[in-house]
């Protein structure tokens, strides 16, 4: 690769001339056309940048050494050099062709990457529950919360009581939830659904709040409210987000959810994960507690009742809030929120944000992106499997993974361990998609793991990658909702401390489940089989 062709006619940048806007331009330029995605719709003069990388990109080779090397992804411009056709005169010409790009555009669309944070694991609800009342407790600024639900049961009234206490304090508290979608309740229980109660008591008080079921809007209107929030110096870098997702939604919106999971304190702190707000993820009771295993004097464990959730997330202490607060800031001026300055000191204060050791990298995807990363990151993983690769996911539902897994081979099968709720689940087509495609790949060697044994439910989404001695987490299902119809996000973390810790976790879970060792219980000829059908009809929607 390394001799390919060079235009030496074509217009350079020496990289001692590269600000930090425009290595940061570069790296999310080639990690967005890595992964498969195209500006040419979304910004202009993108043809010279694509001239001088499309002959690269049409090998494999890139893509296997980003994940081999980097886990998925280049967080530094300097790992470009390393890349296989790359050096340092094609990236003088890329610079000076990459520097007349939509740097708001890129930045909102590509993963970003921060260094030198805090991450902590929380795992089952009493965890979640204590850490979220002792963040709010501690807000002295701002709180930016977006959830799908957010349910009005015990643990939802009791982060709801926090928020009070945090708006007489004087903090902002800005919110984003899904109103129609939590009404549903659970359990046949309605009662739980009135989020729209606590909301009106906070919004009393002086809470912000945005329902986001409301993430479409027709056509004429979309016209007429571009233009409103355009007048009212909402950026273009934000608006073609909502523009891809019209696009893409052209008769309903009625299947697009905003699936994403995060908080962001004061600019300091955030957290994300899987788990919305409410008793089946924040549940107060008691786990039953393993005798030995502990993480940072934490018990691990399972939840005590059926009808509790085991579910997770990450706090974040350092420069990691500051990506997740612009994702936020764009999703509450699409919908119609009041404006403020994602830049200013209040937002982002000035100060040490050097809090810990790890690297953290966010990944976003929406409907109508050209390209979904956090897809492709799942993808490019089962690919380029090596030494150990283990994926926690409650739905396996998405077509696009079960190809890709059948078509790896067993050299990098064997590397890959799968833990999933196959007969405890509150998606039924879960069962019946990985009895249709699980036989080839166990035949090559990946190993699978029923949580179900438990006879509990998993919700947790977490995978883990010892070659990069990464972590990834965050609100995506391995299904074609999350892949083609849902706002998600998930956070990549490295570090080789923090990641062993997490492999702990994950250990006892794949401990307290069930390894299946018979390849009879997945179906050889899924098309004799009746579920296939059912689950192949209904995989857009669950």
């Known amino acids: 690769m390394g001799n390919i062709h060079r235009n030496k006619q074509l217009p350079q940048l020496p990289a001692a001339q590269w600000d930090e806007r425009l290595r940061q331009d570069l790296a999310d330029y080639v990690n967005y056309r890595i992964s498969g995605g195209s500006l040419t719709t979304i910004t202009k003069n993108t043809d010279a940048a694509d001239s001088i990388i499309e002959p690269i990109l049409d090998s494999a080779a890139v893509r296997a050494y980003r994940q081999a090397q980097h886990g998925g992804v280049i967080t530094d411009v300097r790992q470009l050099e390393e890349l296989p056709g790359f050096s340092p005169e094609l990236l003088e010409q890329l610079a000076s062709a990459v520097s007349g790009l939509d740097s708001g555009k890129l930045r909102a669309l590509a993963p970003q990457t921060t260094r030198h944070n805090k991450v902590d694991p929380y795992v089952n609800g009493p965890q979640c529950l204590e850490m979220l009342l002792e963040e709010i407790r501690n807000a002295q600024r701002y709180i930016h919360l977006s959830v799908m639900l957010f349910f009005n049961d015990h643990s939802g009234k009791l982060i709801a009581s926090e928020l009070l206490h945090a708006l007489q304090r004087g903090v902002e508290v800005r919110m984003l939830v899904n109103y129609t979608v939590t009404a549903l309740g659970y359990g046949s229980n309605l009662e739980v659904g009135r989020f729209s109660e606590l909301a009106a008591v906070l919004e009393q008080a002086g809470a912000r709040l945005k329902d986001t079921f409301h993430s479409c809007y027709a056509a004429a209107e979309w016209a007429v409210k571009r233009e409103e929030l355009k007048s009212q110096g909402v950026p273009e870098s934000i608006l073609f987000l909502q523009d891809k997702v019209q696009e893409d939604v052209k008769i309903t919106g009625l299947n697009v959810i905003d699936h994403r999971k995060f908080m962001v304190i004061d600019g300091t702190t955030s957290i994300i994960g899987s788990l919305n707000i409410g008793d089946q993820y924040t549940f107060a009771t008691p786990i039953r507690e393993s005798a030995t295993e502990q993480i940072d004097g934490r018990p691990l464990g399972i939840p005590s009742r059926e009808?509790?959730?085991?579910?997770?997330?990450?706090?974040?202490?350092?420069?990691?809030?500051?990506?997740?607060?612009?994702?936020?800031?764009?999703?509450?001026?699409?919908l119609g929120g009041d404006h403020f300055e994602v830049e200013d000191p209040f937002y982002h204060p000035a100060g040490n944000y050097e809090f810990g050791g790890e690297e953290c990298t966010l990944f976003l995807s929406f409907p109508g992106n050209p390209v979904n990363l956090i897809q492709q990151y799942y993808l490019d993983l089962l690919t380029y499997a090596a030494e150990e690769t283990i994926i926690v996911n409650p739905y396996?539902?998405?077509?696009?993974?079960?190809?890709?897994?059948?078509?790896?081979?067993?050299?990098?099968?064997?590397?890959?361990?799968?833990?999933?709720?196959?007969?405890?689940?509150?998606?039924?087509?879960?069962?019946a998609a990985v009895r249709s495609n699980m036989y080839i790949p166990f035949c090559n060697g990946v190993s699978f793991y029923d949580y179900s044994s438990t006879e509990r439910f998993s919700h947790w989404k977490i995978t883990y990658d010892h070659r990069a001695r990464a972590v990834f987490h965050g609100s995506y299902n391995i299904n074609e909702r999350s892949a083609c119809h849902d706002f998600e996000m998930g956070m990549l973390v490295k570090s080789e401390p923090f990641a062993d810790k997490v492999k702990r976790m994950i250990d006892y879970d794949l401990g307290v489940s069930r390894k299946i060792s018979d390849k009879h219980e997945f179906f050889k000829h899924p098309w004799l089989h009746p579920s296939t059908y059912l689950n192949k009809a209904t995989q857009n929607y669950t």
Do not use: M, Y
């Not at 009808?307 to 699409?334: S, V």
């Not at 077509?399 to 361990?417: M, N, Q, T, Y």
């Open 307 to 334: 009808e509790e959730w085991h579910d997770g997330c990450f706090r974040i202490q350092g420069e990691a809030a500051r990506p997740l607060n612009e994702a936020f800031h764009a999703r509450w001026l699409l």
């Open 396 to 431: 396996l539902i998405d077509k696009a993974f079960w190809d890709r897994l059948g078509e790896v081979g067993p050299e990098c099968s064997c590397h890959i361990s799968i833990c999933n709720p196959l007969e405890v689940n509150d998606h039924p087509t879960n069962k």
